[in-house]
């Protein structure tokens, strides 16, 4: 098979990348990585030197693609299917681009931040840094439910990259700070999302993995 993708289930930038190649059933073998592994993490540096995930390998070509973004938008170039996960307008395209960073770097980072307080000693403890979080985190949720008032999708009408982002941005986030009594067209989105086959899909898949997601 042409394309390796090496991931991990729970990992939500993975579960990003994994939504697009659900989305146009784009044939691929999946690598499941352990980077509690050291053999398996090492073996990830040989591919991509930074040692994250998700990573994607295209034999035919030789090339390896990593960032999920990048590797979305490699899918749309080389191996696209019935959904444009990049609009062919110039003026979709760019929006989906924009829509895509908006949730990577307004909502997931935020979340991770988050989440990543709870892994950390308590020595270690950032509660100025994770209240910064939560706040910068209100501030994109607002901006979000006025603009899902009127999209169907994040970026219009149709689903693309921005979706893909969205999913486990938004799932992962309704889980560190709820949204769903206080922004009702984010709340109806992210049940779009949920109710999406290829999102539901990644959704089922990363199930199993559950009990790694850490608690307050």
């Known amino acids: 098979m ?31 990585v352990d980077l509690m592994d050291q053999a398996e993490g090492a073996a990830l540096k040989q591919l991509w ?19 999920s973004t990048i590797i979305i938008e490699y899918l749309a170039q080389r191996y696209p299917g019935p959904t444009a996960l990049i609009p062919v307008n110039a003026d979709g ?8 960073r908006f949730f990577d770097l307004h909502v997931h980072e ?3 931040r988050i989440v990543f307080e709870r892994l950390r000693p308590s ?18 949720y607002d901006m979000l439910e006025a603009h899902l008032a009127t999209s169907t999708w994040a970026a219009g009408d149709a689903f693309t990259i921005a979706d893909c982002a969205a999913a486990p941005a938004l799932f992962y986030a309704e889980l560190v700070q709820p949204f769903t009594q206080t ?33 307050e």
Do not use: W
């Open 2 to 32: 042409a394309l390796t993708l090496y991931f991990h289930p729970f990992s939500s930038y993975c579960q990003k990348v994994l939504t697009a190649l659900y989305e146009n059933d784009t044939p691929f073998a999946p690598h499941v």
């Open 49 to 67: 030197p930074i040692g994250k995930f998700p990573v994607l390998r295209d034999e035919t070509a030789g090339l390896t693609i990593p960032e």
């Open 93 to 100: 395209a760019r929006e989906a681009r924009f829509r895509d």
């Open 110 to 112: 935020h979340v991770q």
């Open 123 to 140: 020595e270690s403890k950032d509660p100025f840094g994770v209240e910064q979080a939560r706040g910068r985190l209100t501030t994109a």
């Open 183 to 215: 922004h009702k067209a984010i709340s109806a989105y992210l049940d779009r999302l949920m109710n999406r086959p290829a999102f539901a899909r990644v959704v089922r898949e990363a199930k199993p993995y559950r009990a790694l997601f850490p608690k």
